[in-house]
């Protein structure tokens, strides 16, 4: 091999490294203004926030048997099936 060969395939891969590097450096700055312009849009125009089930009377209201929290669209039996398979499955794995 000669060196100006050698040198023009430095010179080739030291310009193609800088362009990788501006260009990622490019999309890392755009995705950060992004971002932030997405924020500041959030913050102009909120969206309607979920208000809080009026049935509901405190901390303790969603809790089934066993103090277990249960949400209001899950039946009772479910939970109840969910829970005996879980102990019977902690009971088998300790033997």
Same mark, same amino acid.
Request: glycine fraction near 6%; avoid cysteine.
């Given at each position: 091999m000669d060196s100006g060969s050698v040198a023009s395939l430095l010179f080739e891969a030291g310009s193609l490294m800088l362009i990788g590097m501006v260009f990622?450096?490019?999309f890392l700055g755009l995705l950060i203004v992004g971002i932030h312009l997405i924020a500041r849009f959030c913050e102009a125009f909120p969206g309607e926030t979920?208000? %809080?089930s009026a049935n509901l009377k405190g901390?303790?209201?969603n809790l089934g048997r066993n103090?277990?929290?249960v /949400? %209001?669209?899950?039946d009772g039996s479910v939970v109840a099936a969910i829970s005996a398979a879980i102990h019977t499955?902690? /009971?088998n794995s300790k033997k």
């Open positions: 990622v450096f490019s979920a208000e %809080p901390p303790s209201a103090n277990q929290a /949400q %209001p669209g899950i499955h902690r /009971q």
